[in-house]
């Protein structure tokens, strides 16, 4: 399911697939408390941390069983293969606005749910 290794050309280093975006959202809204987020991609999974005023931590670590689908495959270079503190080193890391995710991810969980709100089947007539 995940990968360390070199990519084939072209093809994406991450890939997840979530079936639920509502339970992502409920996550992350925990650590709300800051306008940035870090996020750390390895092989086990996504680790997202908000800090505020040096004062305030917060850490969300997303495991890989999470997701219906999860591929990482990261380059590895010779020094990750002598020293594992390296490799920490180098996991792909990135700062993004937690509000707009947030927001991106609730619209995708309001979309999850209208998927079980029932419908009936006929105008008039009882929920089935």
Known sequence: M?????????????RAVSSSARQLFQLLNCIRFAPKVQVQISNEGLRFAVE???VMQGIVFLDKALFTSFNCTLP?????????DSFASNLPNFQISLSALLETLQIFGAADASKY????????????
Do not use: K, L
């Not at 995940?2 to 991450?14: H, K, L, M, T």
């Not at 709100?117 to 089935?128: A, D, E, K, T």
């Open 2 to 14: 995940s990968a360390v290794g070199d990519p084939e050309p072209g093809a994406p280093i991450f």
């Open 52 to 54: 505020e005023s040096r």
């Open 76 to 84: 590895v270079s010779e020094a990750d293969e002598d020293d594992p």
């Open 117 to 128: 709100i029932p419908v009936p089947s006929r105008p008039g007539c009882c929920f089935n």
